[in-house]
């Protein structure tokens, strides 16, 4: 006899890094590579925020705080909502696999958009829910009414991911608001934020007014992207007191460590290094966009950190390859659902300069 594990691990696809295996990211640094792979902030965190990792550091012999205090009051008094409206976890996925738990049960319902973020798979077959995925429409936008065409009396989550990774589109918050209008009361709609800070067609804060009119909707915003803090492993939840209660209630109770919280309080103290650091993207933003088309190739206006190319007739593989070859790390396509694609975060100056003039060469 031998060891059998659960049939679901057979379905959850796995993921796949954009960084090699077995490095440690300051020695990936140190090597000269750019890692355009991750969407991470190619800007290490505020001097403050490295002054409190240390400060936290110093007492690792203790447990953290379970409540996550104050983080949670720091978050609440930024988006001036009550502390008992903020769930914390270790990296915003986390949120996402315990609602999975928390919410759906074997023959529940779970709508999302395809291709969006490469987590979603892994709810319905934790959970046994059976998953809907709506396909994008034209300009690799969510098709909001195709979403809510496909909810019915056993949906129990849908999830939006706005601005959407990887196609890099937003849906102003207005449109979110007539999608809440339409959806039932029990369903629960998470609206996935990770990258809100960079768009510009709102007020990044725009859906926070929303939830007065629509309970159901949980805001998932992360540490990870424009606050530089991944690999620390911060994310949260605006959401009702009662979401909150239930995904920390299928968690472990120390799911998110002192050093990450004391960073992550630091953080969002310092705003104006968010807008610099968005001001910065936005740069960059335009000149890897104004590169991209001067080649001939097709991309979405990008309101994210990242930007989705359409390589044309250029083959995927090859240019995801050469690109490695010379060290410069970006995404294929075909594992995110977008054959034919490659996904390219926004680097520094000169990291987006060589990107530019590698892919020039290879199409
Ligand atoms: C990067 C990303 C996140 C953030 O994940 P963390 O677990 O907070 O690091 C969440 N959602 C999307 C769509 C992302 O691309």
Known sequence: MTITFAKKLEQIPGYVAGAPAGKSPESIA???????ASNES???????????????????????????????????????????????????????????????EPGAELVYAWPSFSIY????????AREIRVPLADGDVHDLDAMTAEITAATQLV?????N???????????????????????????????????VDDDPDATLDLRKDFPNLVLLRTFSKVYG??????G?????????????AVRQPFSVNAIAQAAAAEAIRHGDDVAKRVEQTIVERVRVEEGVRGLGLR???????????????????????????????VRAGTPLGGPGHIRVSYGLPNENERFLEALGKLV
């Open 236 to 248: 949260y939840a605006i959401c009702s007191p009662r979401f909150r209660a239930a995904v920390d």
């Open 165 to 199: 990774n990887p196609t890099s589109t937003h849906i102003p918050a207005a449109k979110i608001a007539e999608f809440c209008e339409r959806v039932p009361d029990h369903v629960t709609v998470i609206v996935d934020e990770a990258y809100i800070e960079f768009q």
């Open 299 to 329: 991309t979405p206006d990008s309101q994210a950190n990242f930007s989705w190319i359409d390589l044309g007739d250029a083959d995927e593989k090859e240019v995801v390859a050469k690109l490695g070859e010379q060290g410069i790390l």
């Open 159 to 163: 999830i939006v991911c706005n601005p």
């Open 121 to 128: 798979p892994y709810i319905a077959p934790l959970s046994g």
């Open 30 to 36: 140190g090597e000269g590579i750019a890692q355009l």
């Open 42 to 104: 190619p800007f290490g965190p505020h001097p403050a925020v490295v002054e409190a990792i240390s400060r936290a550091a110093a007492a690792s012999n203790r447990y953290p705080d379970p409540s996550g205090g104050l983080l949670r009051r720091r978050i609440a008094e930024r988006y001036e909502v009550d502390p008992s409206n903020v769930a914390l976890s270790n990296g915003s996925c986390e949120i996402l696999l315990a609602a999975a738990l928390a919410l759906c």
């Open 229 to 234: 803090l991944a690999g620390l492993r911060v």
